[in-house]
């Protein structure tokens, strides 16, 4: 495995053609490998932003998005992680939302789906049940891809639910994917912070690519970000879509944990909560 490589995230403003959408993506990825990236990451919803959920769902692996990715992969001997699409659910109407990983041979290496959707009642306020159009995953992924460290996959929303980080970390993950479509209002308060708090408290690397522009029911925040463990961000997009890239040293990540050692000093022997007598 490279303990150095440049990783790169891209920030696009998906909107409701395809085509288009695609057509994108591939120029950035390109520019992406162009730049020496050896790991190209992109943001969640990058190939449909819309309504539509069901109607945009495709095969994972085989379906169109996948056949070009798969393609621009082997094409540029890059490590791709696609954001997310939504994938065909034989047993619910409701698709996943879902992120594929592929190598540089264009072959399919695994797929995560969303755990948490992002559903939210305020009484007078906003309503949103993403649940209503995406069928939750039930599993927690990491990939080993012997060339560009351990990744740990989770989708926007994911990123609040800490648990599911600290269980990656302890099973090896080193680079924390989170491509997310985050809101305006509570990105400018909470995208930075969260993001930073998951790299420091486990010691991994961040890449959070997402998406900007005016959606169908708010505001993207973009800002996308590529985090160190020690917390700093090491890059950081302007305010429209493009490519940014950082070097990950697994070798520096490594330094980080052991001067750290919030893994190793973990207490799971007595981490029970019992209630005191009243």
């Not at 190939?47 to 798969?70: I, K, W």
């Not at 065909?88 to 109407?93: A, G, L, S, T």
């Amino acid at each position: 495995m490279t303990n150095k490589f440049i990783a790169a995230a891209i920030q696009m403003d998906s909107q409701k053609n395809v085509d288009e959408n695609l057509h994108v993506a591939e120029a950035f990825i390109r520019e992406a490998a162009g730049r020496g990236a050896k790991l190209i990451t992109m943001p969640e919803n990058m190939n449909y932003c819309g309504p539509d959920s069901v109607g945009h769902a495709e095969e994972v692996p085989g379906g169109r998005t996948f056949q070009l990715m798969s393609s621009l992969a082997k094409e540029l001997s890059v490590w791709l992680h696609c954001g997310s699409i939504y994938e065909i659910n034989k047993e619910d109407n409701r698709p996943y939302n879902s992120t594929m990983i592929i190598n540089p041979n264009g072959e399919f290496v695994a797929k995560y789906h969303k755990i948490h959707p992002f559903d939210i009642v305020i009484p007078g306020g906003v309503e949103n049940r993403e649940s209503d159009r995406i069928s939750p995953g039930n599993h927690i992924v990491t990939v080993d891809t012997k060339d560009c460290g351990v990744l740990g996959l989770s989708i926007c929303y994911d990123m609040r639910f800490s648990e599911l980080y600290r269980i990656m970390a302890l099973e090896g993950a080193q680079i924390l994917m989170m491509p997310a479509d985050f809101t305006m209002p509570t990105g400018k308060d909470h995208w930075e912070c969260i993001l930073r708090t998951r790299a420091i408290e486990n010691g991994c690397y961040v890449i959070a690519p997402a998406q900007i522009g005016q959606k169908p029911k708010f505001a993207a925040y973009g800002n996308t970000l590529i985090v160190d463990p020690w917390g700093n961000v090491i890059a950081r997009a302007s305010n429209k879509p493009g490519v940014i890239t950082a070097e990950i040293d697994l070798d520096y990540m490594e330094k980080v944990r052991n001067q750290l050692f919030s893994l190793q000093n973990r207490r799971p022997d007595i981490y029970t909560l019992k209630r005191a007598y009243e």
